[in-house]
């Protein structure tokens, strides 16, 4: 490639590179196929394509949720959330933990309608504290209390805000990979899940209607096939710990044999940030609010504390959650990048840096003896702690990965906004740094 030397102009700084209004002259030049063109900062591709010029290198997104052995979408993650929220806050007859008012809140923005609402509340029986309910050890809706839920779940006619068939069978079958990602990491064969999964759907659909949409048969009591295959997966259930009721049982005070089952870390996690949506002020992209904290953040994250127990969230996977959602809505966001970069994804991060900090004085040799002793103690809560720790340092690759991909072409994705530039850039070394090995003697 020859080139005129009156063809090029040297561009003695950054700032003059990435100026916010660049004259003319100090437009850098870039390499087109058809010679050389002049860089549209800040473009679109479709942009890009009209000007001739080619458009910013394609950045993948980073993953930042482990994969989960039941693969659930993310719509049913989103309800199975705020099934999880309203379950908790229901609280144990003494009265609700959290306000109709914010409930309604976090509903609005995970983008719920109100009649998802209203069936849910019947559904989930939250009106009902001692029937279909956990015993006094489970945590609202742990997977043993939502196998009762399946079990219980039918359509009804006694009113027109009842469920319908089809509401009926989306419940259900939102239940279902959440109890076979709960059984799988205790590990039950393939078959086993297999079978389980045959018997709930052929319940629901003799419940339902066979899942055509069609409405449900008209019947005052269940059928005699019905009761069978409800008995059939009540016991299938017991075996697997998620109930002890022999069939003709329909209590809710029976004591679950298999209380210690519980939500995978990663199914856990990826519900509660699902929730933390909620402290956003939009879900939609296409809103001001999509890219900062709502004004009642404080409040919507206190109230959804009382899912910690059953989706096992503590303060440290808590303050991870916040991270992974800002990066999240980092890597949707169209123009919004440096007010999320500026706000929430830096305020997450220093929050997250500090944990690990601390978990490394914490892993310090002077302190292993004394944590090996709690461990023997806790290892529900050591086991929390392991995944967390390594939870973190993956979510701190995926922010390099992405937010290193964006910078090696910084012209085509920054254009001339230099701040959003510089911000990447601190938030992309901090992670750099946290991620070096740290100088630690040998056990």
């Known amino acids: 490639l020859r080139l005129a030397p009156t063809d090029v102009k040297i561009v003695v700084s950054s700032r003059d590179l990435l100026a916010r209004t660049p004259a003319p002259a100090h437009t850098p030049l870039v390499l087109t196929p058809s010679g050389l063109g002049r860089s549209a900062s800040g473009a679109h591709s479709d942009e890009f394509g009209r000007a001739g010029i080619l458009p910013p290198a394609p950045v993948a ?76 050890t489970e945590p609202a809706g742990c997977p043993a209390h939502r196998a009762r839920l399946l079990l219980a779940a039918r359509p009804s006619e006694a009113a027109s805000q009842s469920p319908t068939a089809e509401e009926v069978r989306a ?19 393939s078959a086993t899940l297999a079978r389980l999964r045959r018997q709930a759907e052929a319940l629901l659909d003799t419940r339902c209607g066979g899942g055509g949409g069609g409405a449900a048969p008209q019947r005052l009591a269940p059928s005699e096939q019905e009761r069978s295959e409800e008995d059939t997966l009540r016991v299938s259930l017991a075996e697997l710990g998620l109930g002890d009721e022999q069939p003709g049982q329909r209590g809710g005070d029976a004591r679950a044999a298999g209380g210690a089952v519980e939500w995978p870390h990663q199914l856990g996690f990826r519900l509660y940030c699902s929730l933390l949506g ?116 993956e979510v701190l690759a995926a922010v390099v990965s992405y937010l290193g991909g964006k910078l090696r072409d910084y012209r085509g994705h920054y254009g001339a906004s230099l701040d959003e530039m510089e911000l990447a850039v601190a938030v992309w070394s901090q992670c750099i740094v946290a991620l070096q090995p740290a100088d630690a003697t040998p056990a």
């Open 171 to 189: 419940f259900g079958m939102r239940q279902l990979p959440l109890l076979l990602n709960a059984l799988h990491e205790r590990g039950m064969s």
């Open 278 to 393: 909620a402290t956003y002020g939009s879900s939609s992209l296409a809103e001001e609010g999509y890219a900062c904290e709502a004004a009642d953040a404080d409040a919507v994250l206190s109230s959804l504390s009382c899912s910690w127990r059953a989706l096992l969230v503590g303060e440290e996977s808590e303050r991870l959650c916040q991270l992974v959602v800002a990066f999240e809505r980092l890597e949707m966001a169209d123009g919004a990048g440096a007010q999320l970069l500026a706000g929430p994804v830096t305020q997450a991060l220093d929050a997250t840096l500090h944990d690990l900090e601390l978990a490394c004085t914490r892993s310090s040799p002077a302190r292993r003896q004394s944590a090996a002793a709690r461990r023997s103690q806790a290892d529900a809560t050591a086991r929390t702690a392991e995944w967390v720790a390594r939870r973190r340092l």
């Open 61 to 136: 997104t980073a993953p930042v949720h482990a994969p989960l052995a039941v693969e659930v979408s993310e719509q049913d993650l989103r309800v199975a959330a705020y099934e999880a929220l309203l379950l908790a806050a229901a609280g144990d007859g003494g009265g609700p933990l959290v306000s109709e008012e914010l409930i309604h809140t976090v509903r609005g923005r995970l983008g719920l309608p109100l009649r998802t609402h209203r069936c849910l509340a019947l559904l989930l029986r939250t009106d009902e504290p001692t029937t279909f309910r956990r015993v006094a």
